[in-house]
C-alpha cells in the first residue's frame, strides 16, 4: 500500500499536509488552498488517490507539492475499503516519511481556514503532537504530527495498512490515533477555539463556528455549507 506511492516527500520542517481523492479534491481543495495558504502562510503538500490527469495539471500549474497512488487495480475486498483507505491514506504516508526535524499539520480536506492563529497558537502546535478532543475521541480533522514520535507514528501508519486489508473496519484512522497515541503526551488543542465538533443547526452553531481557527461542520449536511471557492477563484 504503502510502497505505491508516487512523488517526492516535502523537505520542510513545517507544512500542511492532506490528503483526498478525485471528488473531493475537485470539490474542496481550491477552498482548502485558498484559506490555509492565507492564514498559515505555511507550504501546503497534497497526496490524490486515483488523481486525473488535469488535478496532477492543476498541481503542476500551483507550484504544489504533491504526490498521488492508483488503487483502481486493487481487489475490494468489503464495501468500505476505498472511503476508510481515503480516510487514512494521510497518516499511512506522514507516517512511513515523517523526519525527526518535521512537526506537519494534518488537516481534512473539507475542512477550511477562518482565522490567522496568534503566535501563541503556533508555538502549540508545533511543539508537540496535538489532538482536539471530542466525546472521549482523538480527533483526525485537524491535527499535528511531530517528528519526536516517529515510532509511534510508524506504528500507526502499518497498523492501519492491516486493519484496512483484514477486517471490514470503517473510521480505522481515529480507532489506530486513539489506540497509539491516547496514553502519551499530546497538546490538547481546546474544541472550540480551534475547531468545533457539533453540528451546526442555528445561527448561534454558525457564529460558534465562525470564532474557531479552523471551520468544519459535521455530516454530509455541513459539507455543503460555509464559505465555496472554486478553481476559477485561485486562477485555474
Known amino acids: 500500500m504503502y510502497s505505491e506511492v508516487i512523488g517526492n516527500w516535502p523537505t520542510d520542517d513545517r507544512f500542511i499536509l492532506t490528503s483526498c481523492d478525485e471528488k473531493y479534491f475537485n470539490d474542496y481543495f481550491p477552498r482548502f488552498f485558498s484559506t490555509f495558504t492565507k492564514h498559515w502562510k505555511l507550504p501546503i503538500h497534497v497526496h490524490l488517490i486515483n488523481p486525473s490527469t488535469l488535478s496532477l495539471q492543476r498541481l503542476d500549474k500551483l507550484d504544489m507539492s504533491h504526490t498521488y497512488c492508483d488503487t483502481t487495480h486493487k481487489k475490494l475486498h468489503w464495501p468500505h475499503w476505498y472511503v476508510t483507505y481515503c480516510q487514512a491514506q494521510r497518516f499511512i504516508l506522514l507516517g512511513h516519511r515523517i523526519t525527526e526535524n518535521q512537526s506537519i499539520i494534518v488537516a481534512d480536506v473539507d475542512c477550511y481556514a477562518l482565522q490567522d492563529p496568534s503566535d501563541r497558537q503556533r508555538n502549540l502546535l508545533s511543539s508537540d503532537m496535538c489532538f482536539t478532543t471530542f466525546n472521549s475521541r482523538l480527533m483526525a480533522t485537524f491535527c499535528n504530527f511531530h517528528g519526536t514520535r516517529r515510532k509511534e507514528s510508524l506504528q500507526a501508519a502499518k497498523l492501519m495498512e492491516e486493519m484496512i486489508e483484514d477486517t471490514p473496519t470503517v473510521g480505522v484512522d481515529q480507532k489506530v490515533i486513539k489506540k ?16 468545533r465538533h457539533w453540528d451546526v443547526k442555528s445561527t448561534n452553531d454558525q457564529q460558534l463556528h465562525d470564532k474557531c481557527l479552523v471551520y468544519h461542520q459535521k455530516g454530509c449536511r455541513g459539507k455543503e455549507q460555509g464559505k465555496r471557492i472554486e478553481w476559477t477563484d485561485i486562477g485555474l
Do not use: V
Open 180 to 195: 497509539i497515541f491516547a496514553e502519551l503526551s499530546y497538546n490538547e488543542l481546546t474544541h472550540g477555539e480551534w475547531i
